[in-house]
Every structure is written in C-alpha cells, then in structure tokens.
C-alpha cells in the first residue's frame, strides 16, 4: 500500500514536470543539461523532466518601461529635467534570454544616454520645439542596439521637459512681453485702418458731392438752354403770327398805328424823364419814322437809305 502511494506520487511529480501549458502572448525558452534546446510557443507542451527545464519565461506583448528622470545640459549651458517613457516589444525570446543578463536594464540606460546626447547638440528653444524629433532619434538609436537583445524598440516619448525656476521665470517675461507687443501691433493696425477708413470715406463722400454738383450744373445748363430754346421758339412762333397778321387787309395800317403810339410815348417818357416837354420841331418826323418801319418790314430787316429831315 505505501509502495503504491509513492508510485502514485512520483507519477504526479513525473506528470506536472512533463506537461507545461504556455499562455498565449508567451514564450518559454526550454534548455537541456544547462544548453539551449528549444522555444515553446503557447499551447500544451511536452519536456522531459530533471534533463530539460524551462529557464525563462517571455511576454510578447508590447511593454512600456518607464525612463527615469535626469538632469541634461543643453548646447547653451542650459539645465533641464527630462523623462520619458519607452515602448518595446520582444522579437527573438533566445536573444533576450542569452543577449544581455538585463536587457531592461540595457534598453534604460542606452535611452538615458541618448537622450543627454542629442539634447547637448540643441539649444534650449529647439527642446520645446523639436520633441518629435528628439523621441525619433532615441527610437533609432535604440533599435539598432537592442536587434542584438532581442527586442524591438517601439516608440519613445518625452513626458516632461522642465528648466530651472529662473529660467522658467524668463521664459514667462518673455512670452508675456511677446503678447504685450502683439496687443500693441494690433491696436496700431487698428487705429491704421481706422484713419484709411476715414479717409476713405472721405474721398468718397467728396467725389459724390462733386458728382452731384456736376450733375446739378449740367441740369441747370440743360434747364437753362431748355428755357432759352422755349424763349425763341415762342418768339419766332409770335414773329410768325404778326407777319402773317401782317399780310391779311388793315395788317400794315395796324402796324403804322401801332408804331406812331411807340414813338409818342417814347417822347412822352423822354419828357417826363428830363423834366422838359419836348415837342418834335416837324410833326412829319412822326410820319417819316412809321414809313421807316414799314420799310424795314417790307424789306426784310434790311434799313433803307434816307435822309434827316431838317426842322
């Protein structure tokens, strides 16, 4: 009976050191008498026991490592405090057992000293500016040291870059100085543009009223040219009538009577203007100016030639 429990026993201890079960996402490296012999990937899993044993066991999952803080100079003479995180992932599970005692160990300071290098060649502006290439110069220069660990750099990304209070305390006056001189740009370009506006407008409203007192000119000379037009019209339309008035029976015996009133009260207006009656020496100079007249009518305008009657 006690024979048969310890056959039981090293049966059970025969099996679990037999049977291995690797988790998906791992890999175990298996080594025989102390050599490397074998890679197990996930799955159920056979080795034989107290000749061959699993001596480490991989995740292959992607890991982030966390990059302690440090202290770097700057080409400037410039401290500054900077961490980061790192991203890696195992490629080759015999590399990263049989590569380095402390690929961890490895990969962190090999970053660390990157890091302190490639900041030493930038100065302090170019830090905050160029994180996107300082994080892509790590990943290069790591990747191509660790091939020989086994692992694969991944990514890498600076969490905090933080300068000394007194350059903080600059940097803080500088950029409010900046705004402050943006504020004030501004304002000008606004009181700039302010002036063109009112010149502008300006202009405008002069050119508009010089427009409308052009055009007000043009319609007073149209208007006056109208009425002037109208005026001789309406004469050469009245001129028209007495001559035709003219010519019908009794027209020129109206036009003589018409005429010898004129010349009356011309001398009646020369009279009452010099204060002396003035009383024609001949009264046929009366008659003599109405034939005048008719004359002039007759003739179309043209005078004809007679001579002065002598009182």
């Avoid at 025989?32 to 034989?48: C, D, Q």
């Avoid at 010089?210 to 319609?219: H, R």
Wanted: proline share 4%; with cysteine.
């Amino acid at each position: 009976m006690e024979v048969a429990l310890v056959l039981a026993f090293i049966t059970i201890v025969f099996v679990a050191l037999t049977i291995k079960t690797v988790p998906q996402q791992h890999a175990w490296i298996v080594e025989r008498l102390g050599r490397y012999e074998r890679t197990l990937t996930p799955g159920l899993k056979f080795v034989i026991p107290f000749i061959e044993r699993v001596a480490y066991k991989h995740s292959l999952k992607e890991i982030p490592l966390d990059v302690p803080s440090q202290v770097c100079i700057t080409r400037d003479n410039t401290q500054l405090q900077v961490d980061g995180i790192l991203f890696f992932q195992i490629t080759d599970p015999m590399r990263a057992s049989y590569g380095s005692s402390n690929y961890i160990l490895a990969i962190t300071q090999l970053a660390q000293t990157t890091l302190r290098s490639i900041i030493g060649k930038m100065e302090l502006d170019k830090t905050f500016e160029e994180r996107a290439t300082i994080n892509q110069a790590i990943v290069s220069a790591l990747d191509e040291a660790a091939l020989n660990w086994g692992v694969k750099v991944l990514r890498y990304e600076i969490k905090d870059l933080t300068p000394p209070a007194a350059i903080l305390h600059s940097m803080q006056a500088q950029i409010t100085a900046e705004r402050e001189k943006r504020a004030l740009i501004a304002a000008s370009e606004g009181r700039r543009q302010e002036q063109i506006n009112i010149a502008t407008g300006q202009r405008e409203a002069f050119i508009a009223r010089s427009e409308g007192e052009k055009q007000a000119e043009i319609n007073k000379a149209q208007g006056e040219a109208a009425a002037i037009e109208a005026v001789a019209t309406a004469t050469a339309e009245a001129i028209r009538k007495i001559a035709a008035a003219i010519e019908q029976p009794g027209g020129t015996q109206a036009v003589q009577l018409k005429v010898a009133e004129k010349a009356v009260e011309a001398y009646a207006q020369l009279a009452r203007q010099n204060n002396t009656m003035i009383v024609p020496g001949n009264m046929s100079e009366v008659s003599t100016l109405i034939g005048t007249a008719m004359a002039l009518m007759r003739h179309g305008g043209s005078t004809p030639t007679t001579k002065p009657t002598t009182p």
